[in-house]
């Protein structure tokens, strides 16, 4: 799984040391950030990464700025770009976008955007994907949430709502998920069998502690524990799915925790009630920062 980074442990160090002083600029003082961005450069001309991107909009950097590619919500901000420039990736192809799921890895998207893993090669060393929100109906979960907590704003009528048929439908759903996640991975495995595969997973959506802020994410109290559940369920099936398929898990939820979408200025996830132009529930700037340092935290650890 040869990523053709150097084995140089310390270039390897400043580089993830770079992309995390860039993730919490505002705690350090300009010349801290300044001189380890400077490292990263050095880093970076050592490494002959040849990465894919793929993914959802939770890669593609929904509601940044600096567009790479409108139709599919693709920022040259995310997470993906962030890493590659890093890196210095001899070749980056980001093929990550908004709405996908993992139909999209092997189908054309909307009739016109190519499949996703068509991106990939014999030649390609790393590959990230983040996928799965949209296969388990990620807008449309929050949708019913949202109408839902009109009826009974104190309890836990969306839990109720997905329970109605006696078991959780949201649990079923990652349980369906999950052959689609095998099928995923063995199929990038065949198309690039040098690449280290990174399956990254989502991060802290709603409080860890279950506490609500309807003001800003319109919720019933009841619900922020059960919707936290969901995400964390969701994740604990990609973990094992990794582990299962010989690929890489990167945790970005644990990271997260304190940063959802109620954490105010401390946020990386934006809330569903936001100013014009930003995509709620969706990292920002500041999180698609974090999430790439946490894939070059993990690529570190694997070249030691």
């Known amino acids: 799984m040869a ?11 400043a580089a993830t040391a770079a992309l995390l002083a860039a993730s919490v600029s505002p705690l350090l003082p300009a010349t801290a950030t300044v001189a380890a961005t400077s490292t990263a450069s050095t880093a970076g001309t050592a490494v002959t990464t040849r990465y894919v991107a793929l993914g959802d909009s939770y890669a ?11 139709q599919c919500a693709r920022s040259g901000l995310n997470y993906p770009s962030v890493l590659a420039r890093s890196y210095g990736s001899r070749t980056f192809r980001d093929v990550t976008c908004g709405g996908a799921t993992t139909r999209d890895l092997w189908h054309r998207q909307g009739g016109a955007k190519a499949p996703q893993l068509r991106a990939l090669s014999r030649n390609t060393t790393l590959v990230t994907v983040t996928i799965g929100g949209n296969d388990i109906g990620f807008s449309g979960i929050i949708g019913t949430c949202v109408s839902a907590a009109r009826s009974d704003p104190a309890g836990s009528p969306c839990r109720a709502e997905y329970a109605k048929s006696g078991h959780d439908e949201l ?87 304190g940063h959802d979408m109620c954490a105010g200025d401390a946020r ?25 340092s946490l894939v070059a935290e993990r690529i570190d650890r694997l070249r030691r």
């Not at 990523?3 to 160090?13: D, E, F, K, Q, Y």
């Open 3 to 13: 990523l053709g980074i150097t084995p140089r442990s310390v270039r390897r160090t």
């Open 60 to 70: 593609s950097g929904a509601g940044l700025p600096d567009p790479t590619d409108p």
């Open 171 to 257: 649990a079923r759903r990652i349980r369906a998920l999950s052959p689609r996640i095998t099928a995923m991975l063995a199929d990038v495995r065949r198309r690039s069998p040098r690449a280290t595969i990174m399956l990254v997973g989502y991060p802290a959506l709603l409080p860890e502690s279950g506490a609500a802020c309807p003001s800003v994410v319109p919720f019933a109290r009841g619900d922020f524990p059960y919707l936290r559940d969901t995400v964390k369920r969701l994740n604990g099936m990609l973990r094992q799915q990794a582990r299962r398929g010989g690929a890489v898990y990167v945790d970005t939820y644990t990271p997260t925790i």
């Open 268 to 292: 990386f996830v934006e809330p569903l009630v936001v100013a014009a132009g930003v995509a709620p529930a969706h990292p920002n700037q500041q999180g698609q920062r974090v999430m790439a």
